[in-house]
């Protein structure tokens, strides 16, 4: 049986594109295309069967992608929504990851990965290539842990901070430091989370509890 997709983007062309190469993947079958949250609200009461994973664009006019993956994670919680950003804009990924994602995939995204991606969300129910493959689930669910990572009073500032909508040179400002010093702080906690991004940091550092939502 094939796995039920549902695509949510105001870009027609990129839209129908899509849902053609999806199917041609030959185990998934795109049973709604939305133009935006609303469009998918209103299509979403009108289908027997539902969509196991939407894929959501971050950037839609109505109704946009945190909004809809938000208003999806208190009204169909069974559904896996996927974020699908035309860059990797950290505020973005964080947000929506907040809103409830289970994932977040770029649109240029080599076939081959997205494919990839898909079959670990429709098995596992999450997928992030950066940090890991973290369980997002066990980060909700907030599963204990103890960890060995030591960070100071000020990287813990920093790093409430970095999972906030800042940028690094609005959290200077706000620590009444030099944006050499919050570079500073930034590499030394990718270094201590094995992390590569902001991104994979926010959400290693919520899976450890360190920071919450």
């Given amino acids: 049986m094939k796995t039920r997709i549902a695509l949510v983007d105001d870009h027609q062309l990129f839209l129908k594109s899509l849902s053609l190469m999806l199917e041609s993947f030959k185990v998934y079958q795109v049973v709604l295309e939305a133009s935006n949250g609303k469009d998918l609200q209103e299509k979403l009461g009108k289908i027997k069967e539902l969509p196991e994973i939407i894929l959501i664009d971050v950037n839609m006019p109505i109704m946009n992608g945190i909004e ?41 995204t080599h076939p081959n990965e997205l494919e990839k991606a898909l079959d670990e969300i429709n098995r596992k129910g999450f997928y992030n290539a950066d940090a890991g493959n973290i369980s997002f689930r066990r980060i909700l669910m907030k599963v204990d842990e103890k960890e060995e990572i030591q960070i100071s009073p000020k990287e813990m500032i ?40 902001r991104v994979g940091l926010c959400l290693e550092a919520l899976r450890k509890e360190f920071v919450k939502l």
């Fill in 68 to 108: 809809t993956a938000k208003w999806l994670s208190e009204n169909y919680p069974q559904i896996k929504p996927v974020a699908l950003s035309m860059n990797a804009d950290d505020n973005a990924i964080i947000s929506m990851f907040k809103a409830g994602c289970c994932g977040y995939l770029l649109k240029d």
């Fill in 158 to 197: 920093f790093l409430q901070y970095a999972c906030s909508d800042l940028t690094y040179k609005q959290i200077a400002t706000e620590m009444h430091l030099s944006e050499r010093t919050i570079d500073g702080y930034r590499e030394s906690l990718f270094r201590k989370f094995n992390v590569l991004s």
